[in-house]
Structures are given as C-alpha cells and as structure tokens.
C-alpha cells in the first residue's frame, strides 16, 4: 500500500521568520509521527525546517529541488529529486501531493498551492505564520471557489486535517 504524501510549503531561506521556521519543524515531526512522507521543495526556511522535524521524527523526506544539482538541496533530505526545470517543480511537488500545508510564504508558494488547488487537492494553512497562509487561509484563490483552504490553529490540527481530508 502506498504511503501518503504531504507536501509543506512556505517561505524560503531568505524571507523565513523565526515564527514560521519552528510551526514548519512541527508540522514535518507530525506528519513523520503520522506515517506519512514529507514532501517538500528541497532547499532552505519552511522546507528545511519541516524536513528537519521529520528526520527528527524518523520519517521519509523527499525533496524536489528546482535545480540540477542534488547537492543543492537541504541535508534532511533522504530522496532528492533534481528536476532543472526552476519554478516549473512547484507543478511537480503539487501534483506529487495527497495534501498541501501551507506555512507562510510568498510567490512560489503561491504558485504550489494554486496548482494543487487546481487539481483540487486538500490545502491546510496554517495561521498566524503570516504570507499565502494568513492571506488565503479559510478563503479561496478565487471566484471559482472550488478548494476552500482549511485554516488550522496549530501543527498538530493541520496535520490531522492534511490526514482527514486526502
């Protein structure tokens, strides 16, 4: 039986906020707890910090970087898919998705959880860790309203709900 797949996304290294740094190493520890395998974009803030959580957690981590170059990636990372492709990964880690937390973030985030919200796949945001989180949290994208995101209150509610909802 094939294992579940949770993806986290979030702010990168160079905008990550302390706040959103230690929600994301949470929701990676719950979601190694859970069983499930963490998805992540591979490199530095929110995907270092989730991945972090769950090597801590002893869980599988797989990071799909935008690069060609494995190295690149962040070192909690067990699986490292290289795709050379740049943004155009973040089609990869959505479609790669049973469920999508979101902790902060900005634009490449964004372009995650639209493409996971096209393909309606459950999003779980996590509040007050500010960006893409707080702004479409317990919202939609858009008019279409087709995937509400979910707005949970703490790592261990967006995990479960990441769990209920894929």
């Known amino acids: 039986m094939r294992r579940k797949q949770i993806l986290v ?14 929600v994301a190493y949470e929701v990676g520890l719950e979601i190694a707890r859970a069983g ?11 995907m270092q910090a989730a991945s972090c959580g769950a090597k801590d957690g002893g869980g599988l981590v797989v990071g799909i970087i935008p690069q060609d170059d494995k190295t690149e ?3 909690f990372c067990d699986i490292v898919i290289a795709t050379g492709i740049g943004y155009a990964r973040d089609f990869v880690t959505a479609s790669s998705a049973d469920a999508v937390i979101i902790v902060g973030g900005g ?28 702004r479409y949290g317990n919202g939609y994208i858009d008019d279409r309203q087709t995937e509400r995101i979910i707005l949970a209150e703490s790592p261990i509610e967006a995990v479960n709900s990441a769990i209920n909802s894929s």
């Open 107 to 134: 634009a490449g985030t964004l372009i995650e959880v639209a493409a996971a919200y096209q393909k309606h796949i459950p999003i779980i945001a996590v509040k007050g860790t500010g960006g893409v989180a707080d």
């Open 36 to 46: 499930f395998v963490l998805i992540t974009g591979g490199l530095g803030g929110v």
């Open 9 to 22: 996304v979030g702010y990168n290294g160079d905008t990550c906020t302390e706040n959103a740094s230690k």
């Open 73 to 75: 990636a962040n070192p």
